[in-house]
Structures are given as structure tokens and as C-alpha cells.
């Protein structure tokens, strides 16, 4: 190899270096591989920001991805980057510091299990946990990609007898196990970018209002999510009255109506 492309080589990998998120990226990975989600957790950057620094990283080879389900996964390629990096470090006089690990926010199972081991308060642990209750944790969509092929279910999730039975008709129709997953209108209204782009890039938008107030609908149209099927709760025999209480029958009944007529799976 000629010594212009042996350095040329070697300038991509400090190219690769010259960044604080890629450094602090690298830092979370010296513990061994993580998935982005938990990356994006700890760093509190939008996901699509660190994916950007990751694939930078692996363009210069000093990490390696693998694919796990809807989990991607990342590690040290060359782990003598981490000599480089403390050789740096010592010379910037960052020494022996730490980043600040902040992983509460992020709700992967390895995550909860990283929150268990560094407080010492009592969370959650996976040994807790049974499979019955895992079964549907990884139902929720996490990205806008993901939603490309789901059938997004938003509900107004209304204090009131209609709007409980709406979300709890949005829980059944997500845990029947088809392509229907609820999301947070909340965080919509909120102007989450993630949660909107949720609701842009879906398959479907369904929207599950409580009363003809509609607010579900309204905060999606303000958010220019674009409503596929629209149901509402008080005109399906069911009276809408201030309490959070409601009937399980109503909720059966009208999870069936609703799958059948957006053409979901039936719970
Ligand atoms: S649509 Fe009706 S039930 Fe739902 S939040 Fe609005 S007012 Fe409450």
C-alpha cells in the first residue's frame, strides 16, 4: 500500500475522532456494545442525530453494528482507539473524568437494567420481571421508520367515561398482536418530533376520540397528521359521564367494531 494511502487511512480515523458526541459515543462503548436507543438515552440527542455520528464512526471502522430484531446494535471495532483516546484525554487534561451516565429515560429492557445497577434505589429488574409481562414491550413504535409499516393508533385519552374506554380500546387493539401500536397523542401535542414523525410516516393513522370535541383528531391536524380512520367513542353506545370508570363489555364490543372496520386484527 502506498504511504499516501496508508495515511489517508489513518486521517479518516482521526476525522472520525474530531467530534464531542462521536468521543462521548466512544466512551459509552468502552463498556461493551450498546443498541442506539440506549446511546441516545444516555447522550439525551435526538436518535437520528446519533445515528448520524455512528455511521460516521463505522465508515472509519472504529465500530461494528449488528442487527437484533428492531435493536441495532453497536461495539468497538478497534479497541486500541480507546489508547488513543486516553493518551488525548490525558494531554487535554481531561484525566481520570467521567460523562455523566443518564440512562432513566431510556425504557429498553437493557436499560432498566442499567438504572437497577447504578442507583441503589430498588426500580425494576429483569430477574423481576416474568415473560407474561415482557411479552409486549417491544410493541410501542420507538422511531418513524418503524412506523412505516404500522397502523399508529392515537386516542384522546380523556378524563372522562369515553375517553378511558378509547384508550383502553387502543391497548387491546395493539396487544391483539397485529400491526395496530398505540402512541402518545400527548407527546404530539406537545410537538415531540419523534412522536410526530411517528404519526407522518405511518402506514395508517387511526385516531380513537372520547366526544365530539375530538380533540385526538384536532391535535393531529394541527400536527398535519394525516387521519385514516376516525372514531369516536360517545357515538358508539357509550354515554359520556365524569367518571374514569367503564365497562369492560363496551370495551370488548367496540375493539371488535373498530378492528373490523379499519380492517385490523381482532383482539
Ligand atoms: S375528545 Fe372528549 S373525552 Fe376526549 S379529551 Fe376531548 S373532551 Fe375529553
Known amino acids: 500500500m502506498s504511504k499516501d ?66 435493536n441495532i446494535y453497536y461495539q468497538i471495532a478497534i479497541p486500541q482507539i480507546l489508547e488513543v483516546i486516553d493518551i488525548v484525554k490525558r494531554i487535554s487534561g481531561f484525566g481520570e473524568k467521567q460523562i455523566n451516565l443518564n440512562p432513566i429515560n431510556c425504557v429498553c429492557p437493557k436499560c432498566r437494567t442499567v438504572v437497577e445497577k447504578k442507583s441503589n434505589t430498588r426500580r425494576i429488574s429483569m430477574n423481576d420481571i416474568s415473560k407474561e409481562q415482557t411479552k409486549n414491550w417491544h410493541l410501542l413504535p420507538i422511531c418513524s421508520k418503524e412506523a412505516e409499516n404500522l397502523d ?44 410526530v414523525n411517528i404519526g407522518k410516516n405511518a402506514r395508517r393513522v387511526i385516531v380513537i376520540n372520547g366526544c365530539a370535541n375530538r380533540c385526538a383528531s384536532k391535535i393531529m391536524e394541527q400536527h398535519d397528521i394525516k387521519i385514516d380512520h376516525e372514531f369516536t367513542i360517545a ?33
Open 5 to 70: 494511502l496508508l495515511y489517508k487511512d489513518a486521517a479518516n480515523i482521526y476525522k472520525a475522532l474530531m467530534h464531542p458526541a462521536r468521543l462521548e459515543i466512544i466512551e459509552i462503548l468502552r463498556n461493551g456494545e450498546e443498541c442506539v436507543c440506549h446511546i441516545t438515552a444516555i447522550l439525551g440527542y435526538r436518535q437520528a442525530y446519533i445515528s448520524q455520528q455512528l455511521s460516521v464512526l463505522r465508515d472509519a471502522g472504529i465500530v461494528d453494528v449488528r442487527r437484533e430484531g428492531w
Open 152 to 195: 399508529i393508533v392515537f386516542t384522546c385519552d380523556g378524563a372522562a367515561s369515553v375517553g378511558q374506554v378509547g384508550n383502553q380500546v387502543a391497548i387491546e387493539l395493539t396487544n391483539a398482536g397485529g400491526q395496530a401500536r398505540m402512541c402518545c397523542t400527548t407527546a404530539v401535542g406537545a410537538g415531540s418530533e419523534a412522536h
Open 235 to 267: 357515538t358508539m353506545d357509550v354515554q359520556k359521564i365524569p367518571t374514569l370508570n367503564f365497562d369492560e363489555a363496551d370495551v370488548r364490543r367496540i375493539s371488535a367494531e373498530i378492528a373490523e372496520t379499519a380492517g385490523l386484527k381482532k383482539p
